[in-house]
């Protein structure tokens, strides 16, 4: 179907799924039990979710398929959203001019510093994007405040033109009337679901892009890139030069990173420059390898990851805790706080360091790997039925090895 | 959020009402009708505290939050009512807001204008927050505040001093109760006129963003207007951590005094290492050298150490104030946490108890309602003497301190010292005035 | 002329503190190949040795004072460390005056055993694996430690001030014969000194010593110096201890110059890469040359004059010199050709 194999519709089939039906899925526990702390299923971190599933999947398309370990993408995204912000401020908040600038805009600057960078090739590349990206970031952050409102971030006032804005429309980013922050509350007993107007918009692009992204990994330029991943030198030898290939994988994955940066501005209208910084670099990498390098679904999987902890663990404090174990007699109560006290709220980032250690210790194909690892648990005797992911993570583990 | 206690009987309930939830009749709502967003249905209130709980700012963070669960603590009728008790309104009864008991959940702005924005909405549209209250920054102030204004919610801002706040990007449902760069200009000429004459020139080193940008503005005007010359004003990088190439050439640049418009850790390092170059040693154009640093905080002086004595600055308030509010609010946050409270923590702590104030006076949450009762509001009793919030631009005005970094504490706490307050009429200045100017509050946003 | 003199004099001592950190980096990737982000976690544990030091200098008996008062009026408690008390007021004011220099001694052994610890623990697992995993194995742990710290120590910086001889500045100008001054501080000079000793210890230690022999022959050729019979493996962990101790000890001189923080390691981690990667990877003398060349090139390039022809150079100026020798000399400036050329 839609040009694809089997298992890759099959594939494409879970992520539609697993999309449409977020708000359900990402809302396990009633609004008011304990548990709702765990909740994920609201707007803004469902809209978080997919956008960085967005960009994940874009930065794999070039490290996944290439192996050139770009520490820069965030510039990308950056642009992305500065151009989508500067749309709204001068013509309307109608988020399609928003959306084709950013993507055009992050298409350009990432095929300027892919020319430069592509010339070098395994940590000098590297290196080379996080000095361009850090350059990016320290002038937006300061130099270039006329143009990204430095520190505080690009904003729209009330005095700013807006010369295609009409009268009747929402002030809120929106696709033709239908404002991205609009929502409808579905109470079910004692869950409530929230279906949000932009989520859906941006769910739409995810599955789009994944199915973009399936395409190129199938495709005969798909099989280029993993050539040149292999071995690069055999292929110059044949005659070939590659650089063409590297700079359209990397051009590629930039327009991925501009779009959600678009998104990320339509969403919510505001561009801060930390969303430049190398850190912000450095964790797209992250939800990558998490999930898996060279697959298709880790990255998105990576995103989600990230993010959970992001917005959920670093909301759990003291008292939340003691809520938790409330039931217990008091001295146990206050030992299992305080054991558990120094891994969330403030100290949500040492989670995530232990996580991502043991993750690349123990699972070096990511948590793709680490699914399979299960499902072969539950289905030892079926050899043949492999998982969809399976070529890429075995890759990857051999690579490993 | 709820803080509902999970027991085991609680558990059963709840599993209880799943089982019925299923048969229960589902209903859709599209969020247009409550009136305003995140109305409280129940018998709790949610207010939402977000402030820097990692990176350089965190200990910041940790500080309001101790003021924040403080506040919520006796707005319950616990503890033994703080300010409460001072304050010149008396509305506040010790039930709660409206009846309503208060709840509050916490996030962590990264002090990041991004990751605020992203934790402040996880507050409004998962936990049900009307109200959102901290941050050690400006930038996260004014993304924060604009996010609030277009969801409907009230925003309380927490430690936010660029002139910006409430100029340029002032909005109709933020609120601020902290001081900023211009009145700390204000603030502070007289006091260095007094100190160090008015014939001075002064070399200015200033962070590379916004605040920076506007506290040197302030400051350069302030000075010159009393007959000091500014010599030269270098911009540092943010993400400077050792300041010596800036800090060399000043001695030979005919200065006598320092100016060092930074904050935080930048702060911290730059004093350091010009205290290191011995600049407070020299003497220049027969003169002392002196060091002068606008925005000082308890926090960020006992990162200096030493370094700090003789060094003047200004700040928002200081638990060494002797006024009842000031005392009282040291009681109860030392008695609970076993140290005084930062000035950061001072602002946190009564613009939540302004906000329950405003609430209980107009008799509704509707952030309309808030903003009417808090506009052109007079009160006293919680620190910095008679204080007013201005309608024209949300801005409190109050005194303000001129702090100077003591030469003998007896205690850690104790590393600064007043040196005067300066009393509201002097920092006074119109709304349209030229640094705040190209603002518009626009109206007040209920949401939904 | 002296406004450059001053800022190269500055950029030297600048310069010195990232010529330490990118030798370590450099000599972990040179003898391990191993890439190693929590590098800069090493330098800030180094620095909150000092801290531990002050600390533990300082442990105190209490008792209260019932003339003053504390901030809540109630009896000041009064603090007396403990060695002040064994050694009398004066020594132990002295001692506790001295607790950076003496907080070498401290690290060094501290230092050797966390890089003992991380590489057999850790690292050793990781020799064979793609660059990108040790990127974010070590990454996660510079997480882990700087988190760790943090909740030990807090996210304020410390103040650790260099002992009371070394505070105030000393004046070039007579010395060159200008008329202007040229102060610099005393301990920053002690720093500049201090590095220097370190960056020539560790070249003797290679040069000159059997061990540093059979270290450099299993950097050019790890396998044929195996099958020589000789246990690598157990030289490399023992490089690995030196490297930490380097980085260590670069931070633990430097806690007097800026308060340490538990994220300052973090600070330093990227430029330490630039670092290195300007030098060539793989080169000692290349880190140690990059490293004075490029704390020179941002002294200059911080004073006005130069900014004031190149708005915000001072911010970028670091990344361009990156960019132009990766883009003009991709192996750096004393790098071998095909190291990491893949």
Wanted: charged share 15%; aromatic share 12%.
């Amino acid at each position: 179907m839609f040009g694809l194999e089997k298992r890759d519709t099959l594939l494409l089939g879970v992520v539609v799924v697993l999309t449409l039906f977020a708000p359900f899925i990402l809302n396990p526990f009633p609004a008011d039990s304990g548990l709702a702390q765990f909740n994920a299923g609201y707007p803004d971190l469902m809209q978080r979710f997919v956008i960085f599933g967005i960009f994940a999947i874009g930065f794999n398309i070039l490290f996944g398929l290439t192996g050139y370990l770009s520490f820069g993408h965030a510039a990308f995204l950056g642009v992305g959203s500065y151009s989508a912000v500067w749309m709204f401020k001068l013509l309307s908040y109608n988020v399609v001019p928003a959306l084709v600038l950013a993507v055009i805009m992050a298409g350009l600057f990432s095929a300027l510093i892919g020319f430069i960078s592509l010339r070098r090739s395994g940590i000098y590349f590297s290196i080379l994007t996080l000095a361009f990206a850090q350059m990016s970031f320290n002038l937006a952050y300061s130099v270039l405040t006329p143009i990204t409102n430095g520190e505080t971030g690009l904003q729209i006032y009330t005095s700013d033109p807006q010369y295609l804005q009409s009268v009747d429309a929402p002030s809120f980013p929106n696709l033709f009337g239908a404002a991205m922050n609009s929502s409808t509350t579905l109470f079910f007993g004692g869950w409530t679901f929230t279906f949000s107007v932009g989520y859906y918009f941006c769910a739409i692009f995810l599955i789009l892009a994944f199915y973009l992204a399936i395409r190129i990994f199938r495709s005969p330029f798909g099989m280029m890139l993993r050539a040149v991943k292999s071995n690069q030198q055999r292929m110059n030898y044949t005659g070939l030069n590659t650089r063409p290939y590297t700079l359209a994988a990397f051009v590629i994955s930039g327009m991925y990173a501009g779009l959600a940066g678009g998104l990320l501005a339509a969403m919510d209208p505001l561009a801060g420059a930390e969303r430049m910084q190398w850190t912000a670099s450095g964790e797209v990498v992250l939800m990558t390898i998490l999930g898996g390098a060279g697959t298709l679904i880790g990255p998105v999987l990576g995103a989600g990851f990230i993010k959970y902890f992001e917005n959920i663990f670093a909301k759990i404090n003291d008292n939340v805790l003691h809520g938790w174990f409330a039931f217990m007699p008091d001295g146990i109560e206050d030992a299992m706080v305080a054991i558990i006290h120094p891994f969330v709220g403030k100290g949500w980032h040492l989670t995530l360091g232990l996580l991502f250690m043991l993750v690349v210790i123990f699972l070096p194909g990511g948590l793709v790997e680490g699914g399979q690892r299960l499902g072969r648990v539950f289905r030892r005797k079926d050899k043949n039925a492999g998982s969809v992911e399976a070529d890429a993570a075995q890759r990857r583990s051999e690579a490993a090895e | 959020m709820s803080f509902t206690k999970l027991t085991r009987r609680g558990l059963i309930q709840t599993g209880a009402v799943a089982g019925a939830g299923l048969a229960l009749p589902t209903y859709l709502r599209a969020e247009n009708h409550a009136g305003f967003t995140n109305a409280p249905t129940g018998s709790t209130v949610t207010l939402g505290f977000n402030v820097p709980q990692t990176g350089p700012y965190a200990e910041e963070g940790l500080d309001e939050l101790r003021a924040q669960e403080l506040a919520v603590e006796h707005l319950n009728g616990g503890g033994d009512g703080g300010m409460m008790n001072t304050f010149s309104s008396k509305a506040l009864k010790g039930n709660g807001i409206l009846g309503k008991k208060v709840e509050y959940v916490t996030g962590d702005t990264q002090t990041k204008s991004d990751a605020a924005r992203a934790s402040a909405k996880s507050m409004i549209e998962k936990d049900g927050a009307v109200m959102i209250n901290g941050g050690s920054s400006s930038g996260v102030a004014v993304a924060v505040q604009d996010l609030c204004q277009s969801a409907g919610v009230i925003f309380m801002a927490g430690l936010t001093h660029a002139n910006d706040t409430t100029g340029k990007d002032r909005k109709a449902n933020g609120f601020r109760h902290f001081f900023n760069a211009y009145m700390s200009a204000a603030a502070l000429a007289p006091v260095l006129k007094n100190a160090y004459g008015s014939e001075r020139r002064a070399y200015h080193l200033t962070a590379d963003y916004n605040w920076g940008w506007t506290q040197q503005e302030s400051i350069a005007a302030a000075t010159e207007a009393m007959g000091w010359e500014t010599v030269e004003n270098v911009l540092t990088p943010l993400a400077s951590t050792d300041f010596s190439s800036y800090i060399a050439p000043v001695l030979n640049s005919g200065a006598d005094v320092l100016v060092l418009n930074h904050y935080g850790g930048n702060m911290v390092n730059s004093l350091t290492n010009a205290v290191q170059f011995g600049l407070l040693d020299k003497e220049v154009n027969g003169k002392k050298f002196e060091i002068v640093v606008p925005l000082y905080s308890e926090l960020m002086a006992a990162g200096a150490g030493a370094n700090v004595q003789g060094v003047i600055g200004s700040m928002n308030w200081n638990w060494q104030l002797q006024d009842e509010g000031s005392k009282a609010f040291t009681k109860s946050f030392g008695e609970k946490y076993g140290r005084p409270p930062s000035n950061s923590a001072h602002t946190c702590y009564v613009q939540t108890l302004l906000y329950a104030d405003a609430v209980e006076r107009a008799g509704s949450f509707n952030p309309c309602a808030v903003v009417e009762a808090l506009e052109g509001y007079e009160f006293d009793g919680l620190g910095n003497g008679p204080t007013l919030y201005r309608a024209d631009d949300h801005q409190c005005f109050k005194d303000v301190l001129v702090m100077k970094g003591a030469e003998n504490p007896t205690n850690e706490y104790d590393t600064l010292e007043i040196v005067e307050q300066t009393p509201r009429a002097q920092v006074e200045y119109a709304p349209d005035h030229p640094m705040f100017a190209g603002g518009d509050l626009g109206k007040c946003n209920p949401g939904a | 002329m002296d406004a450059i003199l001053l800022q190269i004099l500055n950029g030297l001592d600048k310069g010195s503190a990232y010529a330490l950190i990118a030798l370590g980096l450099t000599l972990i990737f040179g003898t391990l190949g191993v890439v190693n982000f929590a590098h800069g976690a090493l330098f800030m544990i180094g620095a909150f040795c000092s801290v531990t030091l002050q600390r533990i200098l300082t442990l105190s008996v209490e008792t209260i004072d019932e003339t003053k008062k504390d901030f809540l009026g109630n009896p000041l408690k009064v603090k007396t460390p403990y060695v002040e008390q064994w050694f009398g007021p004066e020594t132990g004011q002295a001692i506790i005056d001295w607790s950076v220099p003496l907080a070498i001694l401290f690290a060094i052994p501290v230092m050797l055993l966390i890089g003992f610890i991380m590489e057999r623990g850790l690292i050793k697992h990781f020799y064979k694996r793609p660059h990108a995993d040790q990127i974010l194995v070590t990454f996660g742990l510079a997480i882990v430690l700087q988190e760790v710290v943090k909740y030990f120590y807090g996210a304020n910086p410390i103040p650790t001030p260099a002992p009371q001889a070394f505070v105030g500045s000393f004046d070039f100008a007579p010395l060159l014969g200008l008329d202007t001054s040229l102060a610099y501080p005393y301990w920053r000079l002690v720093y500049f000194g201090f590095s220097t000793l370190i960056i020539a210890a560790v070249f003797a230690f290679l040069q000159f010593t059997t061990f540093g022999m059979v270290v450099r022959a299993g950097m050019a050729d790890r396998e044929t110096v195996g099958l020589l019979g000789i246990d690598i493996d157990r030289r490399f962990t023992i490089m690995f201890g030196i490297a930490a101790a380097v980085a260590g000890l670069a931070g633990v001189m430097y806690a007097p110059i800026n308060s340490p923080n538990y994220h300052m390691g973090m600070d330093f981690l990227v430029l330490s890469f630039v670092v290195v990667v300007v030098g060539g990877m793989g080169s000692l003398p290349g880190a140690v040359l990059a490293g004075f060349l490029l704390g020179i090139l941002e002294s200059l390039a911080s004073m006005n004059e130069i900014k004031s022809i190149i708005y915000g150079i001072d911010q970028i100026i670091i990344y361009v010199v990156a960019i132009v020798i990766l883009l003009v000399r991709p192996r750096g400036l004393m790098g071998r050709r095909g190291v990491m050329e893949e």
